[in-house]
């Protein structure tokens, strides 16, 4: 049995090339559905907030430390989906609005449908949570593969071949 293994890691050769600048939206895009699920939480930090008796207070509160890692973890969290999304989208040649909502479908599938069953089944959450969870997962899957297709997500150098 031969194998074609040479024993060296795996190098960035793999990774198809995507726009900084579809990146860079479509971190915002992705960051922006997040908040848009995370403002309840948001809303109540900003009252506790408002209720504290100085600023410093506050800044050294667990609420505001909370806030500012949810922050920190969605904007990196959205960069490395974004990426993810585009990638697949370069790989599979999905071209078309049509052809990026399939990628997008699967992707929401891969990703969001486990959790919606668990809480759906098991953790038995209320029907408004979970229609919120899904429609913020497609717009994160589905929405983010059509926004990327409709801005371009190949390089410049990439586009001449």
């Known amino acids: 049995m031969n194998s074609s293994y040479n024993g060296s890691f795996p190098t960035t050769q793999y990774l198809p090339p995507v726009k900084p600048s579809a990146i860079a939206l479509g971190t915002i ?32 509160s667990k609420e505001a ?37 399939y990628v997008g479908a699967l992707v929401f599938a891969a990703t969001s449908v486990p959790t919606v069953v668990s809480q759906l089944i098991q953790d038995r959450r209320p029907a408004e949570y979970i229609a919120v969870r899904v429609t913020a997962g497609l717009v994160e899957t589905v929405g983010l593969a059509m926004f990327l297709t409709w801005w371009g997500i190949g390089p410049a150098h990439d586009l001449l071949r």
């Open 29 to 60: 895009f992705t960051h922006t559905a997040n908040l848009a699920v995370m403002s309840p939480l948001f809303g109540e930090t900003y009252r506790k907030a408002m209720k504290a008796d100085s600023k410093s207070e506050f800044a050294t």
């Open 65 to 101: 430390m909370m806030s500012a890692t949810l922050v920190g973890s969605s904007l990196v969290g959205s960069s490395v989906q974004t990426y993810a999304v585009a990638a697949l989208l370069s790989r599979s040649a999905a071209l078309s609005y049509k052809g990026a909502a």
